[in-house]
């Protein structure tokens, strides 16, 4: 009895790991597989092992050419899903290069063994920056817990110095704070809720060591808080006032403009080949950053207090990088 749920156990596998569209196997593949696991099967309880396995749901598909030949058909992802989500693991600065080789083997897995070697294609962008903690993906664990049960964390924050060391703030003093939401923007972000004076800090998740999650109740976070929206109306996570700005930008500018803000902003034709936009954003350094990386192809069109701090911030770079 043992070795008849073992055989079944072994089948599903090998449908999983060696058969796909492209690599069928034949019933007396099937039977050899089994004898290298010490294992006797014939014809006939084969399949009848076939029709169990598709009436446990696996989608076992059935062709004919000069032979019957079998293979798994529909998986949880598709290879072109497999390739994006390993893409997206590629791409992120927020996980270290060790988590992110155990990610892409874990992906690889739900594909056939002929299937991961073209994933694997990928794997070569794997130098690019990545961040050197790796206690993030704990940091994220306890964040999510701390938000769905309503409680504070507590947690140490630091900064790298030049020679790649930790620089613990204010002494190593001990953060307590309530998550209201965790965002990404390139790297993790921890978005904390201080009442009183209503204000939202941001911390990299990166840069949390030590978190724990207390018995400490959460302050409430102010009626109708989105966090989705929220998130919108910042720049790479880095604060500023919340201010309603019109941009003039030329024609050619639309699509990263409606990458940037999104569809929900407002949006007219303007003079000749340009368009305005209006949406609320935090006039930080960043979003004034990303207006002058178009030159003369932008400008912002009110309020004057965001022009003026355009100005600011454009005299300021003129003159650190002048001739000395």
């Known amino acids: ?21 492209d690599h069928t196997v034949t019933v007396r593949d099937i039977i050899g597989y089994l004898a290298g696991y010490g294992i006797p099967a014939e014809r006939k309880t084969v399949y009848e092992d076939i029709c169990l396995l598709r009436d446990f749901g696996l989608d076992i598909v059935h062709t004919i050419t000069k032979t019957h030949n079998y293979y798994l058909g529909q998986r949880d992802f598709e290879l ?7 893409d ?19 992906l690889e897995r739900l594909a056939s063994t002929a299937q991961a070697g073209s994933l694997r294609r990928q794997v070569y962008v794997l130098n690019r920056v990545k961040t050197p903690n790796e206690q993030l993906y704990y940091n994220i664990d306890g964040i999510n817990q701390a938000i769905s ?25 001990i953060y307590r704070e ?42 409430a976070l102010p009626e109708g808080f989105d966090p989705a929206l929220y998130v919108r109306t ?11 700005v019109t941009l003039e930008l030329d024609g050619h500018l639309l699509n990263v403009t409606m990458d940037r803000f999104g569809r929900d902003a407002f949006y007219r034709p303007g003079p000749g080949h340009t368009f305005f936009v209006t949406a609320d954003v935090e006039v930080s350094p960043t979003f004034l950053s990303w207006v002058l990386c178009f030159g003369g192809e932008a400008r912002i ?12 911030l454009a005299c300021a770079a003129l003159e650190r990088n002048k001739d000395e």
């Open 80 to 86: 072109p899903e497999l390739k994006m989500l390993i």
């Open 1 to 21: 009895m043992a070795s008849k749920k073992l055989k079944l156990l072994l089948l599903a596998r090998m449908f999983q790991e060696q058969t796909d569209e």
């Open 88 to 106: 997206v693991v590629q791409s992120s600065p927020f996980l270290t290069h060790k988590k992110s080789v155990g990610l892409i083997g874990k």
């Open 149 to 173: 049960e309503n409680r504070c964390i507590e947690f140490r924050y630091f900064d790298w110095t030049l020679q790649g060391e930790r620089a613990y703030r204010h002494g190593g003093k």
């Open 234 to 244: 910042i720049f790479d996570m880095h604060s500023g006032d919340t201010q309603r």
């Open 178 to 219: 309530g998550p209201a939401a965790l965002c990404v923007d390139r790297n993790y972000y921890l978005v904390t809720y201080r009442p009183g004076p209503e204000k939202f800090i941001h911390f990299r998740v990166d840069r949390i060591s030590d978190l724990r999650v207390t018995d400490i109740p959460r302050p």
């Open 301 to 312: 069109v009110a309020p004057d207090s965001a022009r003026a701090a355009l100005r600011e």
